[in-house]
């Protein structure tokens, strides 16, 4: 495969190409880590408030890119807010997360969600805010939206909160997964015209996000991760067929090559916990490939991130690579560590 050089570098790799210089960006690149971000969350207020107030999330989604000129600039929102557009109330409680309610028990909360309307012009503001970031981006810079993966957006919505065990959404699923599947059906379905419109509105490829997926037995992983993921893909496909999308099943391990192959993502996210070496031998050859730094090794800084970037770069020389977390980065990660991490990747790539 030829090695050149894109005006999107980043978008050139999600189609295949495999570049001279890896591009990278980072998950939550635009947050709390970042005093500009801090600043203006302290004078617009919560977290919510930002993601609805479209001239406030430009500035967030733009933040990091004025500050250390990412390949990519990533969509400033929230997962969520398609369970709210669903017809649950969400809140954050502050130092404890997300809050979802009623919170959906049983088949008769499922069925009396999936039944309603719903509120789904409460997306507006974010398709306003991908117009103005679109406008207002680099022309080297990839603008990439992203929606919460279907199994993990349900198990929010099933526990009213994250969890670390899904227990709640793991024991519908086998009680009662005629419930499950209408409720994932729903969020198929909601999930398909809220990536399409960000689409429309500007953005350049996106990113399904499953952080939940690693808690699913494999027949369970099948049902719940791959096949709602693959029904995204496919219509998201049929109506915009130049638009890559990336899948990212964070904890999912030995499934990646299943997920890889039976989704048809154009990318694939590996979290930290995945080999590269191993990553680059079991994924279908050519396709292109996104991570995996620790983000704690980011936080370590020094030798132990030259040492994490340089293993990466080596594993996926040989294949499209972009450069990034194996999550999101964290709210105490040094801002003097990230400007070394771009350094390290220039240095390797130059």
């Not at 979802?100 to 507006?124: C, F, H, K, N, Y």
Request: charged share 25%.
């Amino acid at each position: 495969m030829p090695e050149i050089s894109e005006p999107k570098a980043l978008l050139a790799t999600l189609k295949g190409v495999k570049q001279e210089k890896a591009p990278v960006w980072l998950m939550r690149q635009a947050g709390r880590y970042l005093p500009e971000y801090r600043a203006l969350r302290a004078k617009k207020g919560g977290f919510l408030d930002l993601v609805e107030d479209s001239d406030a999330a430009t500035e967030v989604t733009l933040q990091p890119i004025r500050r250390f000129g990412f390949d990519g600039a990533i969509l400033f929102s929230d997962i969520l807010v398609i369970p709210r557009a669903l017809g649950q109330d969400l809140w954050f409680e502050a130092g404890e997360g997300p809050r979802l309610a009623p919170v959906l028990e049983d088949r008769t909360a499922i069925d009396r969600l999936v039944s309603g309307r719903g509120d789904m012009a409460s997306l507006d503001p974010v398709y306003a805010t991908v117009t103005k970031v679109r406008a207002a981006l680099p022309p080297t810079v990839t603008f990439l939206g992203f929606a919460g993966s279907p199994w993990t957006i349900a198990t929010y919505m099933i526990a009213g909160r994250g969890s670390r065990e899904q227990a709640a959404a793991r024991r519908l699923a086998y009680a009662d997964p005629q419930a499950m599947q209408m409720l994932v059906d729903r969020i198929v379905e909601a999930t398909i015209s809220y990536l399409s419109k960000q689409i429309e509105a500007g953005v350049e490829a996106v990113q399904l996000f499953d952080s939940w997926a690693g808690s699913l037995a494999p027949a369970e992983f099948e049902r719940w991760v791959i096949a709602p993921t693959a029904r995204i893909v496919t219509a998201l496909r049929e109506r915009h067929p130049d638009t890559p999308v990336i899948g990212f099943p964070k904890g999912a391990g030995g499934k990646l090559a299943a997920y890889a192959r039976e989704t048809a993502v154009d990318a694939i996210g590996l979290d930290e916990t995945v080999d590269p070496v191993w990553a680059d031998r079991e994924l279908p050859p050519g396709l292109p490939v996104q991570g995996n730094c620790d983000p704690l090794a980011l936080i370590a800084g020094g030798a132990r991130l030259d040492g994490a970037v340089d293993a990466i770069l080596a594993a996926f020389a040989e294949r499209p690579h972009i450069f990034n977390l194996g999550h999101g980065i964290q709210q105490d990660t040094p801002i003097a560590h990230v400007e070394r991490l771009i350094a390290r990747l220039r240095e390797r790539n130059a």
